[in-house]
């Protein structure tokens, strides 16, 4: 059974940076690509990027300056990095895995998400 | 970045009703289309990929169908456990986009 867990500070100021890093067990992270999602009632789901198999990235350019998401193999996790947060970033951030059918990627299991609000 | 418009934004139904959700791309994605269930306070189930390929799991009164860039979404008689919002999201081009969402409710 594959599960996600999120993980991070449910508060961050602004103007720092966010941290988060999401724990994968019963799969492991090097045989798949893996995406952080956030969701907040102003813009609904929004895809921040994903890491794949061999470390290649790619990021939401609404948000690709700002961000960074990297793989610890050895703990079988990957994380996100957000940096300059603004109140705008205050959602609910998901870690998702890339299922793959032969019309591209898409999200097979999630975790059930990490809130993070941003003061100022 | 592609666009993807969902119809109704909201939907009254009862029990044994039939169902359809539009999601409509602001350009052409061939089948790279996946649908998502959503219940309060829960991440995003996955239901459907290529359009009308059922996830393993997914009650078959769960359909998909659609290419290029019109895709309906259709539960053929409501449980009540389907009660939710509902979400199409496209893989055809980063970045990767969803839909705003189809609340479907009593």
């Known amino acids: 059974q594959v599960h996600l867990q999120e993980s991070g500070p449910g508060l961050v100021k602004s103007s720092e940076t966010l941290s988060l890093t999401c724990t994968v067990s019963g799969a492991s992270i090097n045989y798949y690509s893996w995406s952080w999602i956030r969701q907040s009632p102003g813009k609904g789901l929004e895809w921040i990027g994903y890491i794949s198999t061999g470390g290649s990235t790619s990021y939401n350019p609404s948000l690709k300056s700002r961000v960074a998401i990297s793989l610890d193999t050895s703990k079988n996790q990957f994380s996100l990095r957000v940096s300059s947060i603004t109140v705008a970033d205050t959602a609910l951030y998901f870690c998702a895995r890339h299922g793959l059918s032969g019309y591209g990627s898409h999200f097979d299991y999630w975790g059930p998400g990490s809130r993070v609000a941003v003061s100022s | 970045d592609i666009q993807m418009t969902q119809s109704p934004s909201s939907l009254s139904a009862s029990v044994g009703d039939r169902v359809t959700i539009t999601c409509r791309a602001s350009q052409t994605i061939s089948s790279y289309l996946n649908w998502y269930q959503q219940k309060r306070g829960e991440a995003p189930k996955f239901l459907i990929y290529a359009s009308s390929s059922l996830q393993s799991g997914v009650p078959s009164r769960f359909s998909g169908s659609g290419s290029g860039t019109d895709f309906t979404l259709t539960i053929s008689s409501l449980e009540p456990e389907d009660f939710a919002t509902y979400y199409c999201?496209?893989?055809?081009?980063?970045?990767?986009?969803f839909g705003q969402g189809t609340r479907l409710e009593f």
């Open positions: 999201q496209q893989s055809y081009d980063f970045p990767y986009t």
